[in-house]
């Protein structure tokens, strides 16, 4: 006897491979299983999906796939169970989920009917292997004895199960996905824009072991975005449409962007959800064209204040124009630490925008612009429960030491950053003693973090470092702590040492 919870869950496996390899037969952009992840991340309240960012991090992306998978196994354990005793709940749960699975794929920018096909293949998979496995009468039992029919059974199972992993190997060999990303980074290593790598500005780096670069590779660049795979956009198809309250409408291509001249700019990209002391900050070269530039073009109408971004994947951003016009650095990047963004980080173009957090303000993979108002339109994370307008908390971190040291000599350093105003001071405290000032390394702009670094004459025992930066207006960070809902995290980073 098959038990039928197994049976089920196989079945749902089945369904799922053969709606994978659908998909990629089909060539579709996205499977049935790829968009009910999507729609799960896009109806998670921002209150859930932080915490859990904040726990798992990066692995957010694939946590949330396995845990499609695994919710769509359960359900098909609890089919299985139906199937022989409530014949009609079961057709019902698979109607049900089917009909979900559906309404995710419609739901998606680039729902098709080759992605209800996916699903209406995964159904039809589901309902065939309860069949096999879990027929309705077994005369077996009564005539060949069980040993017989659980060498059936047994069989009927591993044919399942390898032919479960052939559609599902198959299905990952012919996706098209995967060619299509390889042509993309093939054409990415080959396109030639007229940018270079710039040297670190001299002094920049402290260059104290254990501290964050004040310059970040590519690869070690923070990600945060909500697209499970990232949207493969050929630079020559690329459009940017700007609409809205315009004088006139005007649509740029890529190569409208690069025959202009590319601005370089030494930017610190900070996302909303870095708690206190977290790394989800990081500092390099973009090259691009004033956003400034192409508003002109269209020519803002009176009364509109704010930019709404949307990228090719859906996802919108709320940027006050004031930020956009008022002559800092805020561009349509192409590059990136003198290469073609990479495309994780928004290839072929993003936009970046000193001194505002990253989810109002650097749209990746972007593809359409409305010049609006923000009592009009709600942008993405503000629909989530995140203020409308996110301009960056001045904030500073320690790197080293962590944990323990020797006594004698000990650094301490770390960055500190008040994006587009600049920092003044950084000072580091010991038990609660007098705030000591830190020495700063130099900064190319105000639109940068800054490393700093202090030494401490570090007796044996335990201590507790803080760290607190004074931004060029004039504002000391507060000691306050506060939540990163709904617009960043306050509050000094301190860490405890113990010196031996
Ligand atoms: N298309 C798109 N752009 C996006 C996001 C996104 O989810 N989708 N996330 C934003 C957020 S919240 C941040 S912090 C930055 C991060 O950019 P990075 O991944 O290049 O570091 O991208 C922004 N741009
Ligand atoms: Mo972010």
Redesign the pocket.
């Known amino acids: 006897m098959t038990s039928p919870r197994l049976a089920g869950a196989l079945a749902a496996a089945a369904a799922l491979a053969a709606s994978q390899l659908t998909a990629a037969v089909l060539g579709l952009r996205e499977s049935p299983v790829l968009a009910i992840a999507q729609t799960a991340i896009r109806l998670t309240p921002g209150g859930i999906a932080e915490p859990i960012i904040g726990a798992v991090g990066t692995a957010d992306k694939p946590l949330t796939i396995v845990s499609v998978v695994v919710v769509m196994v359960l359900l098909g354990a609890i089919v299985g169970t139906w199937w022989r005793p409530h014949p009609t709940w079961a057709v019902a749960g698979v109607v049900v989920l089917v009909g979900l699975a559906t309404a995710a794929v419609l739901s998606r920018p680039y729902g098709s009917v080759g992605g209800v096909v996916a699903c209406l293949v995964g159904g039809a998979v589901l309902v065939g292997v309860l069949a096999l496995v879990l027929p309705e009468s077994s005369h077996d039992d009564t005539e060949k004895g069980p040993a017989v029919t659980r060498r059936r059974m047994l069989t009927t199972v591993g044919a399942v199960v390898v032919a479960t992993a052939v559609a599902g190997t198959a299905g990952e060999l012919l996706a098209s996905r995967r060619r299509r990303r390889r042509d993309l980074d093939g054409l990415r290593a080959a396109l030639r824009l007229p940018t270079r790598r710039r040297p670190t500005p001299a002094g920049a780096d402290l260059g104290v072991d254990g501290q964050a670069p004040w310059r970040t590779s590519n690869r070690a660049?923070?990600?945060?975005?909500?697209?499970l795979s990232p949207p493969l956009i050929d630079p020559a198809g690329w459009r940017l449409r700007i609409h809205g309250m315009v004088e006139r409408e005007v649509t740029i291509t890529y190569q409208d962007l690069v025959d202009r001249g590319l601005n370089d700019a030494w930017v610190t990209?900070c996302?909303?959800s870095n708690p206190v002391g977290g790394d989800?900050i990081?500092n390099t070269v973009f090259s691009g064209v004033p956003m400034r530039d192409l508003l002109d073009e269209a020519g803002i109408r009176p009364g509109a204040d704010m930019l709404l971004s949307t990228?090719e994947?859906g996802?919108t951003?709320g940027t006050p124009l004031s930020s956009l016009t008022d002559g800092r650095d805020a561009m349509l990047a192409v590059a990136m630490d003198g290469v073609p963004l990479p495309v994780?980080?928004?290839f072929p173009v993003r936009q970046v925008v000193p001194g505002l957090?990253?989810?109002v303000s650097?749209?990746?993979?972007v593809t359409d612009w409305r010049v609006t108002r923000f009592d009009e339109a709600e942008a993405y994370?503000t629909q989530r429960g995140w203020a409308a307008r996110g301009p960056v908390k001045t904030h500073s971190r320690i790197d080293v030491p962590r944990g323990r040291a020797t006594a004698g000599a000990v650094p301490v350093a770390g960055v500190a950053w008040a994006q587009h105003t600049g920092i003044a001071k950084v000072e580091v405290r010991v038990d609660d003693g007098a705030w000591q000032e830190a020495e700063l390394g130099a900064v190319p702009s105000d639109d940068t973090w800054v490393q700093w670094r202090w030494e401490w004459d570090a007796r044996p025992g335990d201590h507790r470092l803080e760290v607190r930066a004074t931004d060029k207006s004039g504002y000391a960070q507060t000691s306050e702590r506060a939540d990163v809902l709904p617009d960043g995290a306050t509050g000094y980073h301190g860490v405890d040492i113990s010196i031996a």
């Open positions: 660049f923070y990600r945060i975005d909500t697209a990209l996302c909303v989800l990081s990228s994947d996802w951003c994780e980080h928004g957090y990253g989810y650097a749209t990746k993979w994370w």
